[in-house]
């Protein structure tokens, strides 16, 4: 039997249910199709408020060891991070701390759901972003403290630039390593998944040498030898058939084109703050969060995990959708090699949906729908794998 090692932690919120429901649908999707021969071994760490209660930490050390000196495969629920103060974000700390440099977002639209737009059918996009650079980094003062005052005073003494004596600060790094490496591995995937094009979405007309240098560095990597015959820019003459079209958006142009244009788009490398703010109008194009997955990929640990947040005021309630959570494990099957469980797992929701026994957020863009549970909905969903 090949048995593979996946580490878990549950999350907060409505973690723990949402994983409970994922976790039985991976499983009886690789027991369908592997027939026995292949199975996972679940093992769980900590981090977040249940780490806490536990051990004063919530992101404990030996959790760090272990992704560090043992995981290659791991995946998590949501983590509850606070609004303006507080801890700082965990999950950004875990992407950091791992060099999970690739957050990958698919969208896809189910059949059955009717969403905000006319043609959701056409959402078929993969989202590249960024992972540890931009504002996202967390370098940043608050109003009026003293590194505040010295950063602007800095900024006004050496380098003639006027800001506010009361402004909170950020700075916004990119790297010309950190934009080349992602948008690499977005070429890469295009290329191997038979995608048609790879768009760089920027706002460099603005930001002329942060977001500016995202988008030149990608057109750099575009004319690396290890894509040269097989991408080709949009707009140059000549035969494309069979060759990644490289093409590059203004970010708010961008959000336009995606809901007018949407067939015109395939793969979309970006940077951190974008990144986040289009899939999730993405998903909003296909049925809700609900539905949305997504990973964070470094060199060498890939770390899956849902796209929405842990939503408190709904712990406990049974009523939340486990599918983004799902959809992330049938992303770690692809990663595994397991694809044929993955593709099981995507036409059991979608069988599942056609039946119209889904959760409230769903039921909500449906006529008909009957409202069942988050475990209830796990049920039904593993029922579908055939």
């Known amino acids: 039997m090949d048995v593979k090692k996946v580490y878990y932690i549950?999350?907060?919120?409505?973690?723990?249910?949402?994983f409970r429901a994922a976790k039985m649908v991976i499983d009886r999707a690789?027991?369908?199709?592997?027939?026995?021969?292949?199975?996972?071994?679940?093992?769980?760490?900590?981090?977040?408020?249940?780490?806490?209660?536990?051990?004063?930490?919530?992101?404990?050390?030996?959790?760090?060891?272990?992704?560090?000196?043992?995981?290659?495969?791991?995946?998590?629920?949501?983590?509850?991070?606070?609004?303006?103060?507080?801890?700082?974000?965990l999950n950004v700390t875990l992407r950091q701390t791992f060099d999970l440099y690739a957050c990958i977002r698919p969208v896809r639209y189910f059949k059955g759901l009717e969403t905000p737009v006319k043609h959701p059918e056409l959402v078929d996009?993969?989202?590249?972003?960024?992972?540890?650079?931009?504002?996202?980094?967390?370098?940043?003062?608050?109003?009026?403290?003293?590194?505040?005052?010295?950063?602007?005073?800095f900024m006004k003494d050496e380098l003639g630039v006027d800001v506010d004596d009361?402004?909170?600060?950020?700075?916004?790094?990119?790297?010309?390593?950190?934009?080349?490496?992602?948008?690499?591995?977005?070429?890469?995937?295009?290329l191997e998944n038979k995608r048609k094009s790879v768009t760089f979405m920027h706002k460099g007309n603005i930001m002329?040498?942060?977001?500016?240098?995202?988008?030149?560095?990608?057109?750099?990597?575009?004319?690396?030898?290890?894509?040269?015959g097989f991408c080709v820019k949009e707009g140059d003459e000549g035969k494309?058939?069979?060759?990644?079209?490289?093409?590059?958006?203004?970010?708010?142009?961008?959000?336009?084109?995606?809901?007018?244009?949407?067939?015109?788009?395939d793969v979309i490398a970006t940077t951190n703050l974008n990144g986040d703010y289009i899939s999730d109008a993405l998903a909003a194009q296909v049925g809700g969060l609900g539905l949305a997955p997504g990973a964070n990929i470094g060199d060498d640990l890939a770390l899956f995990e849902p796209?929405?947040?842990?939503?408190?005021?709904?712990?406990?309630?049974?009523?939340?959708?486990?599918c983004s959570l799902i959809?992330?494990?049938?992303?770690?099957?692809?990663?595994?090699?397991?694809?044929?469980?993955?593709?099981?797992?995507?036409?059991a929701i979608e069988r599942a949906i056609f039946k119209k026994e889904v959760t409230q957020d769903l039921a909500r863009l449906m006529d008909g729908a009957k409202v069942v549970g988050c475990k209830r909905f796990g049920e039904i969903i593993a029922e579908n794998i055939e």
């Open 10 to 18: 549950e999350g907060d919120g409505i973690g723990p249910e949402i």
């Open 30 to 89: 690789v027991e369908v199709t592997f027939g026995g021969t292949k199975r996972i071994e679940w093992i769980e760490l900590l981090a977040g408020e249940k780490a806490y209660k536990e051990t004063g930490s919530y992101l404990p050390e030996e959790t760090l060891k272990t992704l560090r000196e043992d995981a290659k495969v791991a995946i998590k629920g949501p983590l509850t991070t606070p609004v303006g103060t507080g801890f700082r974000s």
């Open 125 to 153: 996009m993969v989202i590249f972003r960024e992972n540890t650079e931009d504002v996202y980094a967390g370098i940043e003062w608050e109003a009026k403290s003293h590194e505040a005052k010295k950063l602007i005073e």
């Open 166 to 190: 009361s402004a909170a600060i950020g700075i916004k790094p990119i790297t010309e390593k950190g934009s080349k490496r992602l948008i690499r591995k977005a070429i890469r995937y295009a």
């Open 208 to 228: 002329k040498f942060t977001e500016g240098a995202f988008f030149k560095w990608g057109y750099e990597v575009m004319e690396e030898d290890e894509f040269k």
């Open 240 to 265: 494309v058939e069979g060759k990644v079209i490289i093409k590059d958006r203004i970010a708010d142009n961008m959000f336009q084109q995606v809901l007018t244009r949407p067939a015109e788009y």
């Open 307 to 322: 796209t929405h947040g842990s939503v408190p005021k709904r712990a406990g309630t049974d009523t939340a959708n486990p």
């Open 327 to 347: 959809l992330s494990g049938g992303m770690m099957l692809e990663y595994m090699g397991w694809n044929d469980a993955s593709f099981k797992i995507q036409k």
